[in-house]
């Protein structure tokens, strides 16, 4: 799930001020990461920590989508498809389907923008913001003074900014504004300035000029002209509007524009998800598919920090976060403490560790499904329908992978009968989620476009022992955390795909260095795996397909739970 749509547990690594200076930790992958199945039956918590140890090794640099590191990653996959003898199902006869992808960054060729004859310097001036589209020309477009955001004498949009460029002042007390509202307040204007640069955290400023990844569709000219968006300080803003302070300017006061333009381009980058298939034993059905998948990569290398401090901190803000229905407030977050004197008797030097490892997710989800396809390989017995499976590419980026997959599909899209999806599958213990233990895991999505699946998906829990407690609180329509909207599934779902969204929920360690081997629950992620076979089996042999029988969304729409 991207970050941007993925379940959030606040990450507190800069909240905390634990950054050091230090390496990053790294070295060889080891015996661990050879190619070869595992000894150990499929399935079963020995195979899955062999698996787990090899795919989430720091070795692997949390195998951040589009680094050499999560191409390693991924051709550990394929070679262990290729010893269990499973079908290739991606492109040219291989494993692999090239997602492309694009870097999009600021073209400091046409970042020239002047300000009452002061040239201003991206990042360091100001900052540029790319909507998705081409900046329109701002160069010496008027200048209009919108007023304080959030304030009743804001102006209105339409024609009175029609290719004006709008200012928008803030106070310290209120100094957001929110991009999006602002867009559409205003989308007439040429240009949308907001008087906050210096007022923005050096955090926040880092992260917003960090170069973003998305599908690649060609260069930034062929995406639609949207008003150019940009933050100025409170200064350059007065400077702007010829004034000596914005407390001086009025809402309508208009004057002379700034010189200059800045645009965005794409900068090629690529991956690939891995495509799998076995062929179903029933000549009428193998034409048709139950694909099962998780997405491959995480979020790779961050600062160095003290992995037992923060992770200790993380705990606490977890039970606090479950004791107040999800919820902290500032003054619970103050409240929070760590035992250092007890952290160091146990670990009396303190331990670096800046690699994303990403154990649970979704190494879980992806070496499940691993052993799920050698189950497959190995039974005695085959599914009536076609297993295929997927493991996408580019989540954590924004679903990139399964979008792709989707609409450029390896098999016809309309002979898959069934998504499952399998993300952070390995923890959900007591204190971890509300409920949680042996029998915990989360569902979503599993009737929201087929009854039948739904059902299907409580009568194997029932019929084959497992006893799953299942968890629907998530799958709400209209929940605040949108967990429908955030995880591959949605891809397969737009297309009126039936899908079955499996999780053991959140924990402290999502998102954080401490996602490690080391705490994950083998028996259940073993458990779940084996459910996982068992479900993609019973989908296999259904008589029929999985009737749809909930209206199906818009595949170009906007994702609604």
Not at 214 to 224: C, I, R, T, V, Y
Not at 320 to 339: C, D, M, W
Not at 397 to 426: C, K, Q
């Amino acid at each position: 799930m991207p970050v941007s749509f993925h379940r959030s547990v606040p990450s507190v690594v800069a909240l905390v001020a634990l950054t050091i200076a230090a390496a990053p930790l790294g070295g060889p992958l080891g015996a661990q990461g050879r190619a070869g199945v595992p000894t150990a039956a499929p399935m079963t918590p020995a195979a899955l920590r062999t698996r787990l140890e090899a795919y989430t090794a720091d070795s692997m640099r949390g195998r951040l989508t589009g680094t050499p590191e999560h191409r390693k990653a991924l051709d550990y996959i394929v070679r262990e498809l290729t010893a269990m003898g499973l079908e290739p199902a991606g492109e040219n006869g291989t494993f692999l389907q090239r997602v492309p992808l694009a870097t999009r960054s600021l073209d400091t060729t046409r970042a020239t923008l002047t300000v009452a004859g002061e040239s201003l310097r991206p990042f360091t001036d100001y900052l540029p913001r790319d909507n998705g589209g081409r900046p329109r020309s701002i160069d010496g477009a008027p200048v209009v003074y919108a007023g304080l955001w959030g304030t009743p004498t804001l102006l209105e949009g339409g024609a009175a900014v029609a290719g004006k460029t709008v200012v928008i002042g803030v106070t310290e007390e209120n100094s957001s504004v929110v991009r999006l509202e602002a867009i559409r307040r205003f989308f007439p204007a040429a240009g949308i300035v907001i008087a906050n640069f210096d007022l923005l955290d050096p955090q926040l400023i880092a992260q917003l000029t960090a170069s973003g990844m998305s599908l690649d569709a060609g260069e930034a000219e062929q995406g639609p002209e949207l008003p150019a968006y940009l933050h100025l300080s409170r200064a350059h803003a007065a400077k702007l509007l010829g004034v000596a302070s914005l407390t001086a300017a009025t809402p309508g006061q208009t004057a002379a524009g700034i010189r200059g333009n800045f645009g965005f381009r794409n900068v090629p980058a690529e991956s690939w998800n891995v495509v799998a298939k076995l062929t179903g034993s029933d000549r009428a059905r193998r034409g048709q598919y139950v694909a099962i998948g998780a997405h491959s990569d995480h979020v790779g290398v961050g600062e160095p920090v003290d992995r037992d401090s923060l992770r200790a901190f993380n705990l606490e803000l977890r039970t606090k976060q479950l004791a107040n229905k999800g919820e902290i407030t500032p003054e619970i977050f103050a409240s929070i403490r760590v035992n250092m004197d007890s952290i160091r008797r146990i670990h009396p030097t303190p331990r670096r560790d800046s690699i994303f490892n990403g154990a649970d997710d979704d190494g879980s989800g992806s070496m499940g499904v691993l052993e799920v396809a050698r189950a497959f390989a190995t039974a005695r017995t085959k599914p009536k329908r076609s297993m295929l499976f997927v493991w996408h590419a580019g989540e954590e980026l924004g679903l990139f992978g399964s979008e792709w997959y989707t609409d450029h599909p390896t098999v016809t899209r309309d002979s898959i009968v069934a998504n499952l999806n399998f993300d952070m599958i390995g923890r959900g213990g007591p204190g971890e989620e509300p409920g949680g233990g042996p029998n915990y895991a989360q569902l979503i999505g599993s009737r929201r476009l087929s009854t039948q699946l739904g059902d299907l998906v409580e009568q194997v829990s029932r019929e084959k022992g497992y006893g799953w407690a299942f968890d629907y609180q998530y799958d709400v329509a209209g929940h605040p955390e949108q967990y429908y909207c955030r995880s591959d599934h949605y891809m397969y779902a737009r297309y009126g795909i039936p899908i079955v969204f499996m999780s053991t929920g959140g924990h402290a360690d999502y998102h954080q260095v401490t996602d490690e081997v080391e705490f994950i629950d083998f028996a259940k992620l073993s458990k779940v795996s084996r459910y996982a076979y068992d479900l993609a089996r019973a989908v296999a042999d259904l008589p029929a397909r999985p009737v749809v029988d909930k209206p199906t969304p818009d595949p170009k729409g906007q994702c609604v739970q």
